[in-house]
C-alpha cells in the first residue's frame, strides 16, 4: 500500500534533480553568453573559426569520456546499499584507473599529432599556423581533465545528487570566463581562448575531488585494476564508446566540411549559430538526464510501467524542446544582430532555423536512449547514432560539395529524420503495448510537429519586422518569450484534444504544482 508515496517521492526528487540542472544550466549558459561577442570581437571571426575547428578535432575523443562516465554511472548505481561498499569502491578504483590508462595517451596523441593534421587537412596559414601547437595542447589538457572528473561526477549522478554536480558546473564556467576576460584582450589567440577553458575544466575537476572527498569519500579508493570490475566497465562502455563516436562526428561534420571546402570564418559562423542552439539543446539535455538514473533504480518495476513512465517523460520534455528550441526560429536573426552584430546574422540566421529544426527533433530520442542505457542496451543506441552519423555526413558531404555555405546544417536535419526512425523501430520492437503507435504519435511526435509548425508559422509573419531594424535585447527577449508562450500554449492545447489529452494535463498540473510549491517555501 506504500506505492503510491514511493511513487510520489520519485517523482518529487526527479523534478528537483531536474531543477537542479536546469539552474546550473541557466547560469553556464548566460555566462556563455554574454562572455561570446567579447571573444568574437577580441579574437575576429577567422580565429574564432580556427578555435572552432580545434575543438571540433577534439570532440571525438568525448566519445571515451562519455562512454566512461555512462558506464560507471551505470554501475555504480546498481552498488548503493551499505552492504555493497566495497564492490562500488573496486568499480570506481577500476574507473579512476581507466580513465588515466586511456585518458593520458589519448591527450599526448592529440597534442602531439592534432596540429601538423589539421594543418594539412584544413589548408590553414598565416600567423594562426603558429599557434595551432598550443591550441592543443590547452585542448588535449582540458579534454584530459574532464575525463578524470567524470569518474567522479558518476559518484554524485549514481545518487542522483545534481545539487553538488550544479555548483560544480557553475564554478567550472565562472573560472573560464573569468579568465577569458582577463588574458584574451592581452593574448588575442585561438589558444588563449582554449586555455582559458582548459582553466575552467581543472578547477571542475579539483571540486569535484574536494567534495567527492568531504561528503562520500568512504566510497572512494585509489586507481586500481581490477579485473572483474573492469569487465563491467567494457562490457556497456564499449559500444557506448562506437554509439559516442558517431553522435559525436555527426555533430561535428558541418565544421569538418566547412574547414576543408571553406574558409575558417565559416567555421565561426557556424560555431556561433551552433553554440546558440547547442545551449538550449543541452540545457533540455540536463533536465532530461535525471532519467538515466532513474530508469536504472526501475529494474524491478513491470514493463506497463516502465513504458508509461517513458512516454509520459517523452511528451514532457518535448514540449520543453519544441517551446524553447522553436522560439528561436522567430527571432533567429533578431537574436543573432543584438547578440553578435548584422554581418554575423545575415549569413547565420538561416543556418540557426535549421540547427533549432534538427535539435526539436533530436529531443524525440532522448528519453528513450536514456532508457536503452539504463537496461545496459547500449548496443542499441550505438546502431542509432551509427546510422545517424553517416547519413549525416554523407548528406552534409552532398549539400556542401554542390551548395556550399548556404547548405550547412541540412545534413544534421537528415541525420535527425533518420534517428527518429530507427528509434521508432526500437521502440516498437522493445514494448508489446495496445496503442503504441498512437502512444507515439501523440506523446512523442505530436509535440515536435505542432512546435515546428508554430515556430515557422511565426517566422513566416514577424520574423522580417524583427530584423528590420538593430533590435535591442528587452526586445529580442520579449520577442523571444512571446513565441514561446504561444508555441507552449498552441502545444498544450492540441495534445490536450487527443487520446491521452487527460494524462498530458494532469502531469503539467502536477509538475506546475511541485515547482509553485518548491517556490512558495
Do not use: K
Not at 126 to 152: N, T, Y
Not at 222 to 250: E, N, T
Not at 502 to 507: A, G, L, P, Q, V
Amino acid at each position: 500500500m506504500a506505492a503510491p508515496q514511493d511513487n510520489s517521492h520519485r517523482n518529487t526528487h526527479l523534478l528537483g534533480n531536474s531543477a537542479w540542472n536546469a539552474s546550473a544550466f541557466l547560469v553556464t549558459v548566460g555566462l556563455n553568453f554574454l562572455v561570446l561577442p567579447f571573444v568574437l570581437f577580441r579574437l575576429g571571426a577567422s580565429v574564432f573559426g580556427v578555435a572552432g575547428l580545434v575543438t571540433a578535432c577534439i570532440a571525438p575523443a568525448l566519445a571515451f569520456t562519455n562512454a566512461l562516465a555512462s558506464s560507471t554511472t551505470r554501475e555504480l548505481a546498481y552498488r548503493l546499499a551499505p552492504g555493497e561498499r566495497e564492490e562500488a569502491r573496486r568499480v570506481f578504483a577500476a574507473a579512476l584507473w581507466l580513465a588515466g590508462a586511456g585518458g593520458v595517451p589519448i591527450a599526448a596523441m592529440i597534442a602531439l599529432l592534432g596540429s601538423p593534421v589539421a594543418h594539412r587537412i584544413f589548408h590553414l596559414n598565416g600567423e594562426v599556423v603558429d599557434d595551432l601547437a598550443r591550441a592543443f595542447v590547452f585542448g588535449a589538457a582540458g579534454w584530459l581533465c574532464q575525463c578524470l572528473s567524470m569518474v567522479f561526477f558518476a559518484l554524485f549522478t549514481a545518487r542522483q545528487n545534481y545539487a553538488r554536480l550544479a555548483s560544480i558546473s557553475v564554478v567550472t564556467v565562472i573560472v573560464s570566463t573569468a579568465s577569458m576576460l582577463v588574458l584574451i584582450p592581452l593574448w588575442p589567440q585561438a589558444s588563449t581562448y582554449l586555455g582559458c577553458q582548459a582553466l575552467g575544466f581543472a578547477a571542475g575537476l579539483l571540486m569535484a575531488v574536494i567534495l567527492a572527498w568531504r561528503t562520500i569519500g568512504e566510497w572512494m579508493a585509489r586507481p586500481a585494476l581490477h579485473r572483474g570490475p573492469l569487465r563491467g566497465l567494457l562490457d556497456m562502455g564499449g559500444w557506448q564508446f562506437v554509439a559516442q563516436s558517431g553522435g559525436l562526428i555527426a555533430g561535428q561534420a558541418d565544421r569538418y566540411l566547412l574547414g576543408v571546402f571553406l574558409a575558417p570564418q565559416f567555421v565561426g559562423y557556424y560555431t556561433i549559430a551552433q553554440r546558440l542552439e547547442t545551449a538550449i539543446y543541452v540545457g533540455i539535455l540536463r533536465i532530461g538526464e535525471t532519467l538515466f538514473p532513474f530508469f536504472s533504480s526501475l529494474q524491478r518495476e513491470s514493463s506497463t510501467r516502465v513504458a508509461d513512465l517513458l512516454f509520459r517523460s517523452s511528451w514532457v520534455l518535448n514540449v520543453l524542446a519544441a517551446t524553447f528550441l522553436g522560439a528561436l526560429i522567430p527571432v533567429a536573426g533578431a537574436v543573432l544582430y543584438a547578440w553578435t552584430g548584422r554581418e554575423v546574422a545575415t549569413e547565420a540566421q538561416a543556418l540557426l532555423v535549421i540547427l533549432a529544426v534538427a535539435g526539436m527533433l533530436g529531443c524525440a530520442s532522448n528519453v528513450f536512449a536514456y532508457y536503452l542505457l539504463a537496461n545496459g542496451r547500449s548496443r542499441a543506441t550505438a546502431l542509432i547514432t551509427l546510422i545517424t552519423a553517416l547519413v549525416t555526413l554523407a548528406s552534409s558531404t552532398v549539400a556542401l560539395t554542390h551548395f556550399g555555405w548556404r547548405a550547412a546544417g541540412w545534413g544534421v536535419l537528415l541525420g535527425m529524420i533518420t534517428q527518429i526512425a530507427v528509434t521508432t523501430i526500437l521502440l516498437r520492437r522493445s514494448f508489446e503495448l495496445p496503442h503504441l503507435w498512437s502512444r507515439l504519435f501523440h506523446l512523442v511526435l505530436q509535440p515536435l510537429g505542432t512546435g515546428i509548425a508554430t515556430a515557422i508559422g511565426l517566422r513566416y509573419f514577424v520574423a522580417d519586422r524583427l530584423f528590420d531594424h538593430a533590435p535591442r535585447w528587452w526586445f529580442v527577449g520579449v520577442s523571444y518569450g512571446a513565441a514561446a508562450a504561444i508555441i507552449f500554449a498552441v502545444i498544450v492545447a492540441v495534445s490536450c484534444m487527443g487520446p491521452y489529452g487527460e494524462t498530458c494535463w494532469r502531469d503539467l498540473r502536477l509538475i506546475a504544482g511541485r515547482f509553485l510549491l518548491r517556490a512558495s517555501v
